[in-house]
């Protein structure tokens, strides 16, 4: 590729972004490779191939639905994109048969998420059925039941009744979608089978009293072109997803100028403590020692969070470009990507994106003829959760133990290798660039009155999608896990949700009508942090999750400090006795002072935030602490065994023997 | 002249050669010749020691090859990332992409070679979790042990593994073939719980999949990369 010009970026961003109604795309990222989509998208390469057709089958990234990798998305035959879930090889030539040479969708693999459209603007030609209510069981009988309906008004061969795999609504009955529109009929009886295919199918109207009129609460800006453009191909991010426009509009302005847009924007950073990233940009640009450093740290060392893998693994290029907008606003000559080695797909298409930036001119020297000159490389981590901290993360990419270091200096003062440095998380770059490009106050719409914009979560646990979500700030927990991912796992009860990982704390069913933003989480004794969202059901037990958490932190201690070092142990040791039935009462006191004296005198984040779970669990379930300690031992077994063998201490003794 | 002969003839086992390869052997050989006369005879002494200074001369000549081996990978790893502050750790991954671990002998000419001393290279290698000092097997199996992957029942997938081989988090089968390991999350939280066996991930693992993976690796061609 030769170099880009900034008047080749301008002719872009005039060109409407080409409309293609012909492709296969299938999402490879680490989640759907291990599903086995590599072998999904060799199978539609050779049926294609063995079909004869022309349609391109192209490698995306993902969308963030994990629960149904592997994911392809299909358009074809004049159909609008259609979702297919749990796509194995196998499925792959069915596919090209029914869809793509015959216009018909397979059964029980297609995602429609309800669009809340009210209108029929076009004739009716598939129906899609899904029985959402408990045990789901009546799909195939209202299939049929349509089937017939439409035989006998002779459009059986006309309109297509498929089954489908989810439909964006959950716990509301039978379902029925109309397409290509979009309207979706729900709580839907076998009386209504014969009304909805005379007034809507035949007739074109809507019905009302069964109509879903609730929209998707989601707002895709971080995730923007996530399972929409190949990661790998630099032209995809230019011509279909406005790349570089961001970053040709932060050139346009002086870096003050990028600054108070970011500062309209609201911006916080959404690595987990919200500091305004405004701000942080300002006290780097502001020092007057050079060179200057910018990080984006891809440090995803919380278990359960994954967001900012799948956006390096799909889209690279806006976070590369995030971070030359960084680097221009405070003055930075040098990025570094700061990746876990646990993501090897995720370095490796960040590599691919840096040496195609390279080859196009948009890293070095001179980028477009501006006179900035810029350039980014990639250090990675080893396996450290303390290395998420930022002095911690700086002495790690100065190749040395990653033990954090006492702030102030802060970074954005003191920070690689004594330069001021801005620190930015993977998802705050990503916004970066669509604030450039629309503007701040358009980010600020979105959001709550102290936290700006939406957040991803990646929602797992016990739930029954588990996917990326980005909601706008604001939005309800109880929205988040009901009415995006459908609830708890086999329609059980909630317990609770946690968040924000091992520095988090859990939040109790009560409270999930609370609108996310930094502040209330906190007020709940749990925190945003990077936004990992674990869903527990009745049958969790708070004490085993605690001690989960606990144990993570005290592995992951670096020993630097006596408090977080002897402190966190301590706790263990107590949860651990409360765990096996043979804890004393005034443990759970013990267990209070120690969190206190941890949180206090912490060195960093990690010591400060470890008591987080233990806190918040005694204070909403400490009825369950008091369980185990009245219990016994054989109350502690008995949960044990509810859990399935989560106390593996003791489930394995005897395999030992055996196995030996 | 014929040390076996001697041997032999001074009362050992004619039959058992086995102390040309063994130094135990070799040992009781002598003292058994010993025995018998009351001394050891010149010849059976010096054909001894001709044949242990080939011996050590081949070893030398080995370890020397090894040597070059390690110091020319290091030297090539020091290269690719000369120049670059803070670069330890980058090579360190270098390095273990390349033996699957950090062994000690490039870990001390690593230390030659960049001029850094070697407990500042052990510093970092102890303090980061994916660096490895001991040789993995010749079959990995890793246990996700995140959050999601916790509450779905990762702890049975260990409690299976241990059954199956015997060996329990971070350890390696007497046969080497088996290395079982336990890691934080691998961000496949969607495909809970999730194993990862000789570098492909396998979601949504049940207790009973894990003896169908142990035997696909060891159906695997026995040369497969660690």
């Known amino acids: 590729m030769k170099p880009l010009t900034l008047d080749d970026l301008a002719a872009l961003a005039s060109r409407p972004a080409p409309v ?50 592997p994911v392809v998305e299909v358009a074809a035959a004049g159909l609008p994109p259609v979702l297919y879930g749990g796509v194995k090889a196998d499925v792959a030539p069915q596919i090209v048969a029914a869809h793509l040479q015959s216009g018909r969708l397979i059964d029980d693999h297609v995602i429609a998420p309800a669009s809340g459209a009210a209108e029929l603007a076009a004739p009716v030609t598939h129906l899609l059925v899904l029985d959402t209510g408990v045990g789901e069981a009546k799909t195939k009988f209202f299939q049929f039941s349509f089937v017939e309906e439409l035989k006998r008004r002779g459009l059986a061969d006309q309109i297509q009744v498929a089954r489908a795999l989810d439909l964006g609504v959950y716990d509301e009955g039978v379902v029925v979608t109309l397409l290509p529109a979009g309207v979706t009929y729900t709580n839907v009886l076998a009386p209504d089978v014969a009304r909805i295919v005379e007034q809507s199918v035949q007739g074109r109207q809507v019905l009302d009293d069964l109509l879903w009129k609730r ?33 040709r509009a932060a050139l346009a302005r002086t870096p003050e100028q990028v600054i108070e847009e970011l500062k309209v924007s609201g911006l916080r950073g959404r690595g987990g403590a919200g500091f305004p990233t405004w701000l942080k940009w300002t006290n780097t640009r502001i020092q007057k020692s050079e060179p200057r450093c910018v990080i984006c740290n891809g440090d995803e060392g919380d278990p359960g969070a994954f967001m900012d893998r799948s956006v390096l693994e799909s889209d690279p290029h806006s976070v590369l470009e995030g971070l030359m907008i960084a680097g221009y606003a405070i003055g930075a000559a040098h990025g570094y990507f700061y990746i876990r080695a ?110 700006k914009g939406t957040k991803v979560f990646a929602v797992t646990g016990k739930v029954k999608n588990a996917q990326l979500v980005e909601v706008p700030m604001g939005t309800t927990l109880r929205s988040i896990v009901f009415d995006v991912c459908g609830g708890v796992l086999e329609d059980k009860d909630i317990k609770a949700v946690q968040t924000g990982g091992p520095s988090g704390g859990v939040i109790p069913d009560k409270h999930l009508d609370t609108p996310v933003a930094y502040e209330t989480l906190q007020q709940l004794g749990s925190i945003m942090g990077s936004g990992g969202m674990i ?41 651990d006795r409360i765990s096996r039935g043979r804890g004393a009462a005034e443990d759970i006191a013990a267990l209070r002072r ?67 | 002249m014929n040390p076996s002969a001697h041997a032999s003839g001074a009362g050992a086992d004619p039959a058992n050669e086995s102390w040309r390869n063994d130094e135990g052997a070799l040992l009781t050989m002598l003292e058994e010749v ?72 490039v870990a001390m000419e690593l230390s030659r070679e960049l001029g850094v001393r070697l407990a500042r290279i052990y510093e970092v290698i102890t303090f980061y979790h994916y660096f490895k000092l001991q040789p993995p097997g010749k079959h990995n199996v890793t246990v996700c ?82």
């Open chain 1, 20 to 69: 293609t109604t012909d492709f296969v795309r299938v999402q490879l990222d680490t989640g759907g490779i291990a599903a086995g989509a590599e072998e999904t998208f060799a199978a539609f390469r050779s049926a294609v191939a063995a079909a004869a057709l022309s349609t391109p089958v192209l490698r995306v990234g993902s969308h963030g639905r994990s629960w149904a990798d």
């Open chain 1, 215 to 247: 929209t998707d609460p989601q707002v895709r800006i971080v995730l923007r072109n996530c399972g929409s453009i190949d990661p790998e191909s630099l032209p995809d991010y230019l011509e279909r997803a406005h790349g570089y426009q961001g970053l």
């Open chain 1, 342 to 451: 646990e993501y090897p797909k995720a370095v490796e298409r960040v590599e691919r994106a840096l040496a195609q930036a390279r080859e196009a001119g948009l890293l070095g020297r001179n980028i477009l003829g501006t006179g900035f000159s810029f350039d980014a490389k990639i250090r990675l981590g080893a396996g450290a959760f303390v290395c998420g901290e930022e002095t911690a993360l700086i002495a790690s990419i100065e190749g040395k133990r990653g033990s954090p270091s006492p702030r102030p200096p802060y970074p954005s003062v003191r920070g690689l290798w004594g330069r001021p440095t801005a620190i930015n998380n993977v998802e705050t770059l990503a916004n970066v660039p669509a604030i450039l490009l629309r503007g701040g106050a358009w980010y600020a719409g979105y959001g709550t009155e102290t936290t």
């Open chain 1, 535 to 575: 869903v527990m059901d009745t049958t969790d037990s708070m004490v085993d999750v605690a001690k989960f958490f606990l144990k993570f932190c005290v592995d992951e201690s670096c020993g630097k400090c006596a408090p977080c070092r002897i402190g966190g142990f301590q706790m263990l040791q107590i949860l």
């Open chain 1, 594 to 660: 120690i969190c206190q004296a941890m949180q206090k005198a912490s060195l960093c984040g990690l010591g400060q935030t470890a008591p987080n779970p233990v806190l918040s669990t005694l204070r909403y379930f400490d009825e369950e602490y008091k369980a185990y300690i009245e219990g016994g031992p054989s109350y502690a077994r008995k949960m044990a065994r509810a859990a399935g063998g989560a106390e593996p201490a003791r489930a394995l003794a005897p395999a030992t023997t055996e196995g030996a």
């Open chain 2, 34 to 105: 010993e025995r018998k006369h009351g001394y050891i005879p010149q010849q059976v002494g010096d054909e001894v020691s001709r044949l242990l200074e080939l011996k050590l001369e081949r070893i030398k000549r080995a370890q020397a090859k090894l040597e070059t081996g390690i110091r020319r990978d290091v030297q090539r790893h020091v290269a690719r990332w000369s120049g670059e502050e803070g670069n330890l750790i980058m090579i360190l991954h270098a390095i273990q992409n390349q033996y699957g671990y950090v062994p000690r002998e």
């Open chain 2, 145 to 226: 042990n995140g959050t999601a992957c916790y509450l779905k029942g990762a702890a049975g997938l260990l409690a299976e593994l241990r059954t199956q081989l015997g060996v329990g988090e971070g350890q390696t089968t007497p046969d080497r073939e088996f290395h079982v390991d336990v890691v934080r999350c691998i961000g496949c939280c969607g495909m809970s719980p999730a194993v990862v066996c000789d570098g492909k991930t396998h979601g949504r693992v049940k207790p009973a999949d894990i003896a169908g993976f142990l035997a696909a690796a060891r159906a695997a061609s026995p040369e497969a990369k660690p």
